[in-house]
């Protein structure tokens, strides 16, 4: 009765058992799975804050690993959930992994985190799999597949969590810098060393280096 109420309290409950290390009810626990399609009768804008408290509290990882327990992932990221599997250990998964274990040491430490950082990461799986997609469908240069894809991924996730306009554009940015990371030669480097988000874009690719060794070179390269 109290989730179909306000069906916010099941992220709650998935909120505050990952905060305080506690365990939710069988009987709190039950209706979740059931009841978790009724989060998307919830307004989008409404929902945003809610991830924010959900994934930058500094319990992000296991917030993380709760909300697929529990089957309300999918019903806030669908198109991520497509990509997640069974066993949890695809590329994907163990990028997304290390980029929400950053996040909870950056909250311990004190230090600043970004909502548009955490979506960069979170949506990135969809976006390297939709670029290829276009790729394979068509004869576009790499630049123009990457730039569909970065639209149709924003534009199917606003459409449950309203990510503002001010996040989406550091989102979108962090992901054009990565095809621009790997172009240093000439005058480049300097001009993409004053870029505002080449810190941001920089950690991300430090990030994806942890999964992908090719690019350690370029990491080191940048550092």
Do not use: C
């Not at 109420?5 to 799975?33: G, Y």
């Not at 250990?89 to 230090?111: G, K, M, Y």
């Not at 534009?155 to 990510?163: L, N, R, V």
């Amino acid at each position: 009765t109290r989730y179909r109420e306000d069906p916010v309290r099941m992220l709650r409950a998935i909120r505050f058992a990952a905060k305080l290390d506690l365990q939710i009810s069988e009987r709190s626990a039950a209706p979740i799975a059931e009841l978790a399609p009724l989060l998307q009768d919830i307004p989008p804008a409404r929902l945003f804050e809610e991830t924010l408290k959900l994934f930058q509290a500094g319990y992000a990882k296991k917030t993380y690993q709760m909300l697929r327990e529990y089957g309300l992932f999918a019903p806030l990221f669908p198109q991520v959930a497509t990509l997640l599997t069974t066993a949890g250990d695809s590329p994907f998964e163990r990028f997304l992994d290390q980029a929400l274990q950053n996040t909870d040491e950056r909250v311990h430490a004190n230090l600043p985190v970004n909502p548009a950082f955490f979506y960069a990461a979170l949506l990135w799986g969809v976006v390297e799999k939709r670029s290829r997609d276009f790729g394979n469908e068509s004869s576009l240069p790499p630049q123009d597949t990457l730039l569909l894809a970065m639209n149709e991924a924003i534009d199917q996730q606003i459409k449950t969590i309203a990510i503002p306009r001010r996040f989406t554009s550091d989102v979108r940015e962090i992901w054009l810098l990565q095809d621009r990371l790997p172009r240093r030669s000439g005058k480049r480097a300097e001009r993409l060393f004053t870029h505002p988000r080449f810190r941001a874009a920089f950690d991300f690719l430090e990030l994806r280096s942890r999964i992908d060794g090719r690019l350690k070179e370029l990491v080191q390269w940048w550092t």
